[in-house]
């Protein structure tokens, strides 16, 4: 994982672009029918996924952020803000965590991104209702999060290589092994 | 990022295994036993009605926050209408007495549960 500086201008160019995909993410998601309300597949955690290991965590790290914020102010409400950006900020400190531990590979740290992100969530939620008999979801959540969460973290080892073999994203497309 | 796989699949299977466990877990503590039921309604973990679930009856929740038209009908709770913007109580469906999952209507702080009379 050696970094060359990118320009300043394609880190510019290259987080809008992909912020802009990964609210797009949030939106298309809002159509997938769900067989529990509030479950997604958290597609938009692809984008970081992808931009950690190559450009670099505060990229990513606002990317995530304004996409939180701009998908809030879009189509959520404040509740839903806190509701996400405590569920992002969990997920992100998780991820960023495990990629500096080099012991998973993208399926399993988006796996446990996805569940931190839902634990971060109920604890919100636990706040918010004062009682912590949302607990009962957890399961679900804990279901859903590692089953969406390796889907995401699949689709990001799919496309990983494939966007830097087309020079979107920096970094060398031969990994040791 | 191939060496990873298969601690990936490890990681996969236990947290599964971990989700089970817990649903599991849930499953034994359930509330067990017939007897007469009760819908009880709280905001901000405060109790505000308790209606017995056997009686056709409809209660409108108000709050600073809005409101939550609660049914209850044929043993069995909804929310019929709310007009949060999640609407993920309206969502939830019908609550019946095996269910281990209350109603919760986050923005409203408001969850609806149902609970054996003579509990708590």
Known sequence: MKRTPLPVARRVVLSAVLCAVSLLFSYLETFIPMPMPGMKIGLANLIPLLLIPTVGIPDAACVSLLRIGLSALLFGSPFSFLYSLAGGVVSFAVTVLLFRLRFFGLPGISILGAVAHNCGQILVAIFALGTARITVLLPWLILSGCVAGLAVGLLASLTLPRLRRAGVLPGEETKKE | ?120
């Open chain 2, 1 to 120: 990022m191939k060496r990873f796989w298969r601690r990936d699949a490890v990681l996969f299977l236990s947290v599964l295994l971990i989700a089970g466990a817990l649903f599991l877990l849930l499953f034994l503590l359930r509330g067990k036993g017939e007897g007469e039921r009760d819908v009880v309604i709280s905001y901000h973990n405060k109790v505000v009605a308790r209606l017995p679930l056997e009686v056709d009856t409809e209660y409108l929740f108000e709050c600073d926050e809005g409101y939550n038209r609660i049914v209850i009908e044929g043993g069995a709770v909804r929310v019929a209408e709310a007009d949060c913007p999640t609407q993920r109580c309206v969502r939830h469906g019908e609550l019946i007495p095996a269910d281990v999952v209350p109603i919760f209507c986050i923005p409203h702080y408001l969850d609806v549960k149902i609970v054996r009379r003579g509990n708590e």
